[in-house]
């Protein structure tokens, strides 16, 4: 990829309703780091525009005519293995956003993300990491640390003392703060305080990232028993 040109992260969107288009152009417009390359309605067309402006990230639709969000991500993918693609999601397309980010993508958004969600997804992705939506739910979640999407096959398994493996181990079953604080017996705050230290240490940007980089990297190896968001 070509990375950032004049200070700002190179931009292409596909999809094909113009209204969601036209309102994602102009929130990416407003913000000075990004500066948009091209729009494309379908996947063949967004393929070709990649080829010709050579961006570095891509927002893209799953569900488009012609050719989808999942054909044209496997074939970007491959010519180019660096591009950032997020995929662009409704509610309850958990399997294509599996579908997705197994050929290619390296995280989605729900369509009614907020703009600093957005924003930070493109950074996340530009910078070669994954971004997961906040809003993302337990199905998902598990569909995920399941499936052959594995962003972290390069990286080694960060060293985590046995606290900070429990409480990861206890956020990953669905443990509110107030119940892991009564279960190891310590107060809100210091929990609070582990679950924001262990993401740091982790680089992971929400609760989604840390369940799937704990499992992915093999630092925790148990069943998601109940997870939510």
Do not use: W
Request: net charge negative; hydrophobic share 40%; with cysteine.
């Amino acid at each position: 990829m070509t990375g950032i040109i004049e200070n700002k992260i190179r931009l292409v969107v596909a999809d094909d309703h113009e209204i969601f288009r036209d309102g994602l152009r102009n929130m990416l417009l407003k913000t000075d780091s990004f500066l948009l390359c091209g729009e494309a309605v379908n996947g063949e067309e967004l393929i070709n525009i990649v080829r010709q402006t050579k961006p570095d990230v891509v927002l893209t639709d799953i569900s488009m005519p012609e050719m989808d969000g999942v054909q044209a991500s496997a074939i970007l993918h491959a010519e180019f293995p660096l591009l950032g693609i997020i995929a662009l999601s409704m509610h309850g397309e958990d399997n294509f956003i599996i579908d997705m980010l197994e050929a290619g993508a390296k995280g989605y958004l729900l369509k009614n993300s907020s703009k600093d969600e957005i924003s930070e997804a493109i950074f996340s992705v530009f910078q070669g990491e994954p971004y997961y939506c906040k809003t993302t739910t337990k199905n998902l979640t598990q569909l995920i640390t399941t499936s052959s999407f594995n962003p972290y096959k390069q990286h080694k398994a960060i060293e985590l003392n046995n606290r900070e493996r429990e409480i990861i181990k206890l956020i990953a079953e669905g443990f509110t703060n107030k119940e892991i604080a009564q279960k190891v017996y310590l107060s809100n705050r210091t929990v609070e305080g582990l679950r924001l230290k262990i993401m740091e240490k982790l680089d992971v940007k929400n609760i989604a990232g840390l369940i799937v980089y704990a499992f992915k990297t093999g630092i925790l190896q148990t069943k998601i028993q109940k997870y939510n968001v």
